[in-house]
């Protein structure tokens, strides 16, 4: 298969000649090269000589996203590439070196086992190791149980190593199903986005991290602010129109969303994620006197204000409001935006660029499609992105 145009190589630089031979050895690079690379960015280790094969005739046979799938029985896609793919999620800094943690391992675990992805944001699972795999118990206090599995390099590829659970089923769980949300009510999200503050980190970096958009590009003015807590200044530096051009932009659809987590927090002497039905937590309620006619959250409702107006291209299909993170994670989950955030997080992890232009925002939309029609399969986005640009 011809990937680039022959070009004519003028011969009186050493340097044009070496750039000519790359050229020629790209243009004529067959099934077996499209299989070496696909393998190399999905997995980042070498492939044998026996998967090399079967990947390049499934390729000449017309099957590119069967030999994509091969690729990924490969242990590093799970053990590297999907590592560094779902830890920065877990950390405030976007970083991929923290330790391995539920969050991270629980969107490894969906990923292998195809569980349908939008429960990453309100499922009632957890991914653990297993008794074979480690001797530490999982707790609700420490991560050591993964720093077990990281310590002793289990292999997380291995569903009789990393195993599925129910969070409100793990000892001393302090949640029910209809209170787990997925990975935002796991140990690292809460000690990352639920510790101290005012929850609304909570909210940010699930819709930065699962839909790609961070709250400026939220920013809507014309969003009812009846959510606006009482800590938030209606005139920064004595000027109201801050607020209102500003400020309101931002709070009054993060505000009302940031509800759903009012029975929750992260306990830093206990070290472990806490929830108190019924019992609003004090970061809901201080700074009362900033703005004192602002709004007293008193349970956890929570409404989305940005359905309508500049932000409809998301393409809200949950609920539009109700109670608690589960329902809320349904709200975010469920959007198009969502979809899209996935293979575009995909195609950057895999094709080690950026979308540009009409023919990859027109494939990721095509895979975007294929996510949803394939009940929500990332391996699916990994196998067709890793299609799309195996010949780059």
Not at 287 to 309: A, C, K, P
Not at 377 to 387: I, L
Request: overall charge negative; some cysteine; charged content about 20%.
């Amino acid at each position: 298969m011809r990937i680039f145009e022959t070009r004519l190589c003028p011969s009186r630089s050493a340097v044009l000649a070496l750039v000519c031979t790359l050229a020629a050895t790209l243009s004529w690079a067959g099934p077996r090269e499209q299989a070496k690379r696909m393998h190399d960015r999905l997995t980042g280790v070498p492939a044998s000589a026996a998967v090399l094969d079967s990947m390049a005739a499934q390729i000449e046979a017309g099957n590119a996203v069967g030999a994509a799938m091969e690729a990924m029985l490969e242990p590093a896609f799970y053990n590297t590439k999907l590592r560094e793919f779902a830890t920065p999620w877990s950390n405030r800094d976007q970083s991929v070196f923290p330790l391995l943690n539920d969050t991270t391992a629980t969107v490894i675990g969906m990923i292998r086992d195809d569980v349908p992805f939008d429960q990453v944001l309100y499922e009632d699972i957890v991914y653990t190791g297993s008794a074979e795999a480690t001797n530490v118990p999982y707790a609700q206090s420490n991560n050591d149980h993964y720093e077990d599995l990281q310590n002793n390099r289990v292999d997380l590829s291995d569903p009789g190593n990393l195993v599925q659970q129910r969070q409100s089923s793990l000892p001393d769980a302090v949640i029910g199903p209809n209170e787990a949300a997925g990975i935002m009510t796991t140990r690292g999200f809460a000690e990352a986005f639920l510790v101290a503050g005012t929850n609304r980190a909570a909210v940010r970096f699930a819709t930065l991290n699962l839909m790609c958009m961070d709250m400026e590009d939220f920013r809507d003015v014309t969003a009812w602010p009846d959510r606006v807590r009482q800590d938030v200044t209606r005139s920064p530096g004595g000027d109201s129109s801050i607020y209102l051009n500003d400020c309101l932009s931002c709070h009054a659809g993060l505000d009302g969303l940031a509800g759903a987590f009012a029975f929750y927090d992260f306990d830093e002497d206990l070290e472990r994620l806490v929830y108190t039905p019924g019992s609003v937590h004090p970061k809901y309620l201080k700074d009362g006197n900033t703005f004192r006619y602002g709004y007293v959250t008193l349970g956890d409702s929570w409404i989305n204000y940005w359905r309508s107006g500049p932000n409809a291209f998301v393409g809200w299909r949950g609920p539009g409001s109700g109670m608690g993170a589960k329902s809320m994670g349904m709200e975010l989950a469920q959007t198009r935006q969502f979809s899209e955030c996935q293979v575009r997080k995909v195609f950057e992890s895999v094709c080690y660029r950026t979308p540009n232009g009409a023919s990859d925002l027109q494939a990721m939309s095509s895979i975007a499609d294929s996510f949803e029609a394939s009940n929500r399969s990332m391996k699916q986005v990994f196998a067709e992105t890793a299609t799309y640009c195996m010949g780059e």
